[in-house]
């Protein structure tokens, strides 16, 4: 076997493989043993008949197929392996065959390579940096949303509904005075503020008292899923059953012990320094990601397809697990959206494409610098995760996958050039207005952790086969020989 390797168009390379006579023979005879028990030829046992004599009765390329499959995958993997040095493979090949016969075959393979980026200044640029703080009102404001998720229901009798009771209703609803379906509903628990109904629904059951009943109009949105009650206005008649609210409890020594403090103070102190660690990381991580979305603005490559479809794959996959987390099915979720995953993928093509090259950025960088994870680094991070799982540095290690200890190694590379990036552009802090520090850090963009989101918008609730039209909308494959050319016609056909 010989194979000569040549750059192609758009971040490919073009493999030629040929194989000689008596490889050819070899793979056709092995083709043959594995698979002959499939045919029968009168006067012989089935699996039994001698391989001239099944290419006589079902055609000369009886076994070209599976002689080309076997080929292909005893060398395609060793040529990547010898030509790692100067490509990466991305993806899977397109094969094809170029020539075949009992002299020789000869086999090619396109396959989508890791492309060459050309960056511009990486140094001496205004950038944006940010920092988050906590403050008191950061604090209460986390230990008052903890209690509100412990707090006890309790049914309401001695005032209004109001903002996160759930307020059971009847409901029915009319479009010039005439009832609509889907409409209309019994003993419905509404989370007021969920937004679970559409605009104006909620805001106007507020304040109602139990037993009362009061028209509510409303204005379907323009983007309503429904095409027969986008825009229109509606009128939904409610009464308000029961309403549930929450019973806090006390901000006491008791509530404390049973969040595992000694005091009231050190349940803040414990509440303080999570959001603190949670506003340094999230700094960090946007200032992280200011500073490769700024450098990438100059940035450019070939991506080949298969790069940009392997991010969008891991957004969809992402979002799914997001969706399982809340008890919904990917699949009911896209039904319920009227799409299919392969349509929905294409919502996260951009993303994923500025996602890819901003990876590159980060590795051509760590390239041009020569940023390396030394050894006592990568060791001390070893224990470091050790310790964490309550084992010593030896005893995980023994337990660890390669993939980790290269994962520990990226991990390092990523978090050191960064540090050089900071300390080598002109970091401007980021004036905005306040957030607060326990909304979730943002994603670290890095060479080993690039994601596009790939969150879906949570539905209001699980998809059901009938909705509401009072509730808003929710917001590797193998390759083989095989599909290198059409079977051949075979000879003799019975």
Do not use: C
């Not at 949303?145 to 009798?157: N, Y």
């Not at 109904?197 to 139990?210: H, R, S, T, Y």
Request: aromatic letters at 8%.
């Amino acid at each position: 076997m010989k194979y000569e390797v040549a750059a192609a168009e758009k971040s490919t390379v073009k493999i030629t493989i040929t194989f000689t006579s008596e490889e050819w023979k070899q793979a056709n005879d092995k083709a043959y043993v594995q698979t002959r028990s499939k045919y029968a030829v009168n006067g012989f046992r089935k699996g039994k008949a001698p391989k001239h004599v099944l290419e006589l009765y079902y055609g000369k390329g009886l076994f070209y197929e599976d002689a080309l499959n076997l080929l292909y995958s005893e060398h395609y993997g060793k040529i990547l392996e010898k030509e790692k040095e100067k490509f990466t493979s991305v993806g899977e090949p397109a094969l094809s065959v170029e020539d075949i016969s009992e002299e020789k075959v000869v086999l090619v393979a396109v396959t989508p390579v890791k492309p060459d980026v050309k960056i511009g200044n990486y140094k001496g640029i205004k950038i944006n940096k940010y920092e988050y703080t906590v403050t008191d009102a950061d604090v209460d404001a986390e230990i008052d949303g903890v209690r509100e998720r412990v707090a006890e229901k309790v049914e309401i009798e001695d005032r209004t509904a109001q903002m996160k009771d759930t307020a059971n209703i009847d409901f029915v609803g009319k479009l010039n005075g005439k009832e609509f379906e889907g409409g209309s509903g019994k003993a419905f628990d509404l989370t007021l503020g969920s937004h679970q109904f559409i605009p104006g629904f909620e805001e106007q059951v507020v304040g109602m008292k139990k037993g009362e009943t009061k028209d509510l109009e409303v204005t379907f949105p323009e983007d309503y899923q429904a095409e027969d009650l986008k825009g229109k206005k509606a009128v939904f008649t409610v009464t308000l059953n029961k309403i549930t609210g929450s019973k806090l409890p006390a901000l006491d020594e008791e509530f404390a012990k049973k969040m595992g403090s000694d005091s009231v103070e050190a349940y803040k102190a414990k509440v303080r320094e999570r959001l603190e660690k949670n506003a340094e990381n999230r700094s960090r991580n946007e200032t992280e990601n200011a500073i490769i979305t700024e450098i990438a603005k100059t940035a450019t490559a070939e991506i080949p397809d298969a790069m940009v479809e392997a991010q969008e794959d891991y957004s969809l996959q992402k979002m799914e697990y997001n969706l399982m987390y809340q008890g919904i099915k990917l699949d009911d979720y896209l039904s319920y959206l009227g799409t299919t995953r392969e349509e929905y993928k294409k919502n996260f093509e951009e993303e994923a494409r500025r996602n890819v090259l901003q990876q590159l950025v980060v590795e051509k960088i760590i390239q041009l610098e020569n940023i390396k994870a030394s050894e006592k680094e990568i060791s001390a991070k070893v224990a470091e995760q050790a310790k964490s799982v309550g084992k010593t540095a030896e005893e995980y290690k023994k337990t660890m996958d390669p993939r980790q200890l290269e994962y520990i190694e990226n991990d390092i590379k990523v978090t050191k050039l960064f540090d050089f990036l900071a300390a080598n552009n002109e970091m401007v802090v980021y004036k905005e207005e306040k957030k607060t520090a326990k909304k979730p850090a943002a994603k670290k963009t890095t060479a080993k952790s690039q994601e596009a989101e790939g969150e879906a918008p949570a539905p209001a609730k699980k998809p059901t086969a009938k909705k509401t039209a009072s509730q808003e909308k929710p917001a590797e494959k193998k390759t083989s020989a095989k599909a290198a050319k059409p079977a051949a016609k075979k000879e003799g056909d019975k």
